[in-house]
T-cell receptor, first 111, second 115 residues
Framework: DAKTTQPNSMESNEEEPVHLPCNHS???????IHWYRQLPSQGPEYVIH???SNVNNRMASLAIAEDRKSSTLILHRATLRDAAVYYC????????????FGTGTRLQVTL | GAGVSQSPSNKVTEKGKDVELRCDPI?????LYWYRQRLGQGLEFLIY????????KSGLPSDRFSAERTGESVSTLTIQRTQQEDSAVYLC?????????????FGSGTRLTVV
């Protein structure tokens, strides 16, 4: 899987939007962009994924740059429960293989 | 079931004993993964099953570790002659298929403590 780069940590105030960036300059045309998060003392949790178009679900939005070399996970109103490590991962559409986690972004949410 | 189920949720074992961890994936999910996460560390891939294909065992740390999967259903991860460095949370995930179009669902994990 192609490599992604994320900031080590970010902070946000509760009730404010959070934009978590991910750079993937070597992305291929068949790579899906996946986001997962891991809350303290829990297993990872699927957040969202997309290929080319922006995606929205009940948890978050995924904004994908036109050249697909970067993407942003948007939490519209951060809550204390959103404090977690967020992982951006690329997955090839055609090849079945393991999911490889990097170090992710640790999001802190404060009152 | 509705989610990925792992059992036991906690296991304490004596050094040198064998342990067996179980994972029940979501019904219909052909891809199943095992990961290990030591305290304060990242997720470490162990093994991946995809349908009837040969499993990807490239992450198994030693020959003390093995895993099996019955068809597209339950999987067991076995650790023989456990060592203290095996202490970790063992996580299982499943997906409709292993390709990138499909998201993954993780279980809550089995916390293994070797004393």
């Amino acid at each position: 899987d192609a490599k992604t780069t994320q900031p080590n940590s970010m902070e946000s105030n509760e009730e404010e939007p959070v934009h978590l960036p991910c750079n993937h300059s070597t992305i291929s045309g068949t790579d899906y962009i996946h986001w997962y998060r891991q809350l303290p003392s829990q297993g990872p949790e699927y957040v969202i994924h997309g290929l080319t178009s922006n995606v929205n679900n009940r948890m978050a939005s995924l904004a994908i740059a036109e050249d697909r070399k970067s993407s942003t996970l948007i939490l519209h109103r951060a809550t204390l429960r959103d404090a977690a490590v967020y992982y951006c991962i690329l997955r090839d559409a055609g090849t079945a293989s393991k999911l490889t986690f990097g170090t992710g972004t640790r999001l802190q949410v404060t009152l | 079931g509705a989610g990925v189920s792992q059992s036991p949720s906690n296991k304490v074992t004596e050094k040198g004993k064998d342990v067996e961890l179980r994972c029940d994936p979501i019904s219909g999910h052909t891809a199943l993964y095992w990961y290990r996460q030591r305290l304060g560390q990242g997720l470490e891939f162990l093994i991946y099953f995809q349908g009837n294909s040969a499993p990807d065992k490239s992450g198994l740390p030693s020959d003390r570790f093995s895993a099996e999967r019955t068809g597209e259903s339950v999987s067991t991860l076995t650790i023989q002659r456990t060592q203290q460095e095996d202490s970790a949370v063992y996580l299982c995930a499943s997906s409709l298929a292993g390709q990138g179009a499909f998201g993954y669902t993780f279980g809550s994990g089995t916390r293994l403590t070797v004393v």
